[in-house]
């Protein structure tokens, strides 16, 4: 066995630990990185990327079908070529692929590691059966991977995941998708515009990651309108039916209806890659889960001397499953394992005001900790409904609902949850209004064009900053 | 002759005038509001509202003839019905109009008079030969109007403007547009993408409100390489062919082309309505333009004695002819002028970023002064290509080049010009962060979701941030 001696051991090549690398390098620790699997990031591979690919394709059939309302008229069928549509997604996700083993190429060989990494202890990792690296730290970027019931792998080949669509070479005909979470509420709509007859299945009520329930109420009508979206199905049996699988389903007049899909697309949920790394065999402190427990401003985990040489960084953490949060990770765990190793103190790194948004249409968009994050009689909402919005009107995407929260005691924005047009976008004002410690006052000098979608946001901000005002907490510096 | 008597008397009920009627009876003044002709703002009737509705339907047409690329067939011809088109954009257009109509509705008939107003002193308007308004302060909002040479008039009924493309019934086979300014380029790529025939034709090479030299030349081989656009065409004749008009112009090669049209849309600016009011009976200095000096953060202007009673607001004081910078003029004249009427002193408005946003496809954004206003050796530049940008790609919008400037002396983000996808919402986001006086390392601090365009503004922000660091200007609080 080959023992190699290093500052720093990154588990993992993704986005996370590619982050971490080149930050521990960049402090001027020895660094070696260790993958387990294919290179290639989940983001690149089978997550953002070719999901937003997928959605192009979508978006682009549900323009035709509404080209009509603007009088521009086809006369003859669309015809969606299964073929050529997965055909562009896979072509440009290889080549997403391809900047990402670059990278990875770029790293000397002496410094990657192919192969299995296990903890024998908080220093020390056994790699495969090839490889013993002794560090100063240890940076945990292992991932995760999608999660589904055991009872799902009764369905043997008609099972798949998301990461499997993308390999596809044609459309299927019908896909169950379980689980309406942001990858099931993508896939699920991108794949109904492209002709697939889809049902998004869940339980629970949950709708993407939105907690405000009006905002939920308003999602659900509007999506269930476009296609099937029951996020709290009662599922009788879910079972194979020679090559396709038959899902019975508890309708709410107390009889029962059966479904017939291709396939069952397990959006579920997914799971960090920690189960198998030998975490036992380190004095890590771990939450009921098993993730170790961690401080996110530094990204150092808890051991119970308090002494712990180990981060974690990216979707192994499970803190926020996203590329940027990842990214920002890696790079505060890269460094302060270097600052460890280099015998320095950790430091807390830059984290930024939340923001999440689901490629839906209408997008869903979440800043700040969302509704549930707050406490209620804390807060105000000012709010705004774009299906008169002027803009959004013209482009014939007057669909949505945006809440924004102000905070009772300081006047502060706080975040908003929205299903809006433009949501990415919108998001993004709001997010660095939000990192501005922003009052809607303030944010209500700023510009808006005409005609604009975020003249709709504006309306809601004028909801809010009405509302804070008649709480009488602060005064407006507004002319 | 019936005598008014009111605290402040305004010329104009478009938008900069009925925005400071409110603002100068939310002050507490009495105020009257005088329209020569139709109610209805520019904006509205025939403005931002119905040149987005055409773009609308342009973006359309075109998203149909994009969609074989991501694999959506139309199998047969795909059909332009001018008819639809227009009806939609005027049906909307009346809709939005019916807005205005209303807000003029709700002011008291006591204080809307209808006429031609003109000055008779400083303090009195004479509104056609049936009122004499006598007031304590005058706003002049009387907007602008579209301005053409004099020679274009031989085209007769083959001449139009702006204003009567949203009153046609039908879409012509081949339109001519003199001017590539913001109007010229919207218009002209719009009904090209309906199947017009178009040639934008200029003098001077000016691409619409685009001053740096590496934008321009973008933009133009963007722009030209989809429908005839000449910002510098040699134009030897224009003269009408019976019921067309013959364009003959120079080529590079010294050849000579003639073009027939339908229609010659005199896209050549916008005038201040301000000739016919009666400047000369006022104590008022005037520019070589004849319009009224003023100081633009309290609109008031400059009288010989300096104590004039008379402010000006939109398009009629021409610094700025954009709807949110005429609501915000009147709102900051109506104020003023009520203040000035009720004795007391004029205050600063609130005046925000500069943002200029063009709705071609890609869209053109303008952030601050532009390049024009910076002196050289001064200021850094960022750059970003869009060709390569992942979202772009993705969605096959990926044409576009950014320019983002920051000062050399204090580091901080100066303005940005920008062919660009989403610009209009880049632009805002750039704004904000200009107004709130941002360095590119604190904006480089903000989140970027992912895959996202503002990311291809990330890597812009970067390339900036390095070349003021390099500059050794200022220290970076960046983690």
């Known amino acids: 066995m080959k023992i190699l001696k290093v500052d720093v051991a990154i588990i ?14 960049a402090a001027g620790a020895s660094a070696a990185i260790i993958e387990a699997g294919d290179y290639g990031t989940t983001c690149a591979r089978v997550g953002c990327m070719p999901s937003k690919l997928l959605i192009a394709a979508a978006d682009a059939a549900d323009a035709v079908g509404k080209a009509p309302d603007f009088g521009i008229h086809v006369d003859g069928d669309i015809r969606i070529d299964g073929r050529a549509v997965m055909d562009r997604v896979r072509r440009e996700r290889d080549r997403f692929v391809g900047f990402v083993l670059r990278e990875v190429r770029d790293i000397p060989v002496a410094e990657r590691i192919q192969g299995h990494a296990r903890f024998v202890n908080d220093h020390t990792l056994a790699v495969a059966d090839h490889t013993r690296v002794e560090s100063k730290s240890i940076v945990i970027a292992a991932g995760s991977r999608a999660d589904y019931p055991d ?8 099972l798949i995941i998301s990461d499997d669509v993308f390999d596809w070479n044609d459309l299927p005909k ?28 869940g339980r629970g009520g949950r709708v993407g990651p939105i907690s405000d329930p009006q905002i939920r109420a308003y ?63 380190t004095t890590l402190r771990l939450d009921a889960k098993g993730v170790p427990l961690f401080d996110h401003v530094t990204t150092r985990t808890t051991s119970a001397d308090g002494a712990s040489p180990i981060f974690i960084a990216g979707d192994a953490g499970n803190f926020i499953p996203l590329l940027h949060e990842a990214a920002d990770e890696g790079r505060i765990a890269g460094s302060n394992a270097a600052r460890f190793a280099l015998g320095k103190q950790v430091k807390p790194g830059l984290r930024r005001a939340p923001i999440g948004i689901v490629f839906t249409d209408p997008q869903i968009g979440i800043v700040g900790g969302g509704f549930h994050s707050m406490k209620p009689g804390t807060f105000a909402t000012g709010q705004v409904s774009f299906e008169e919005q002027g803009r959004a009107r013209m482009m014939l ?7 924004v929260y102000g905070d009772l005691a300081t006047g502060r924005f706080l ?8 949501a990415e976008h919108l998001a993004h004002l709001l997010s660095w209004s939000l990192q501005n410690k922003m009052t809607p006052a303030q944010m209500l000098e700023m510009p808006f064009y005409h005609p604009v979608v975020e003249e709709g946001m504006r309306t809601a901000l004028r909801d809010l900053d009405v509302k804070l005002r008649a709480a009488q907490v602060y005064v407006s510096k507004a002319a």
């Open 219 to 281: 999602a659900l009508a509007t999506f269930s309108g476009e296609f099937t979206l029951e996020p709290d199905a009662q599922i009788a049996h879910m079972r194979r039916h020679g090559e396709r699988v038959a899902i019975g389903r508890a309708q709410p007049n107390g009889s029962s209806e059966i479904g017939y899909f291709d396939y069952v697309l397990a959006a579920t949920g997914r799971t960090p890659n920690i189960k198998a790394i030998g975490l036992d065999n």
């Open 151 to 158: 009872s799902f792998k009764d369905l043997g080949d008609r």
């Open 415 to 422: 975040g908003a949850e929205m299903l809006a047009p433009a």
């Open 12 to 25: 993992g090549a993704g986005t996370a630990g590619l982050s971490a690398y080149r930050a521990a390098k």
């Open 397 to 403: 995407k007057n669909k949505g609902l945006l809440n």
């Open 174 to 201: 019908a896909v169950a998708v379980i689980g309406p979470g942001i990858i099931g509420l993508e896939l699920g709509q991108a794949l109904h515009r492209l002709g697939v007859h889809v049902a998004v299945l």
